[in-house]
């Protein structure tokens, strides 16, 4: 065991003497593989900066568009109200008119009716007064029931 012990002193001391002696080398190959690493945390993290910038990028953009969505939104709301708001005004008005000349049509036609009605009972009254110089009483009786008859059917 002891052989043993003696060479691991003797190769410790050797490596240590030997790193002290040529440093450079030694590290050489330790700074060539940090180097490497560098460059690729270099190349890392502008690639993380790019993605990071199109991510950006593309929330600026949505945000844009949700904002630009929400003004439509608000535009196609208010004109659907203004023509919600013209048509109910113009049935409002067509109503109105309606009504109108409803009512119209309602006075003309018991104006009429009671123009007709008046020239009918005018037309009556002359007609029974005639009718005793033409026809005997109970004739008369008789024709008037039929004019009373026509004029109530009529009326």
């Known amino acids: ?20 002696s040529q440093p450079e080398i030694v590290n050489a190959e330790k700074n060539k593989e940090i180097q490497m690493l560098d460059r690729v ?25 949700n904002e630009e969505l929400e003004r439509l939104e608000l535009e196609l709301n208010n004109q ?16 109105v008119i309606y009504e109108s000349f409803k009512a119209k049509v309602i006075s003309g036609r018991i104006f009429t009716d009671e123009i007709l009605n008046s020239v009918a009972t ?17 004739e008369v009786s008789n024709r008037v029931k039929e004019i009373d008859q026509v004029i109530s059917n009529h009326a």
């Open 41 to 65: 945390l270099l190349d890392l993290n502008l690639q993380r900066d790019i993605i990071l910038n199109n991510i950006n990028e593309k929330e600026i953009e949505l945000k844009s568009k």
């Open 122 to 138: 005018s037309y009556r009254s002359g007609f029974i007064e005639y009718l005793p110089e033409f026809y005997a009483p109970v």
């Open 80 to 95: 659907t109200t203004k023509i919600e708001g013209g048509f109910l005004e113009v049935q409002k008005n067509l109503k």
């Open 1 to 20: 065991m002891l052989p043993l012990l003696i060479t691991h002193f003797i190769l410790d001391f050797l490596v240590n003497a030997y790193q002290k």
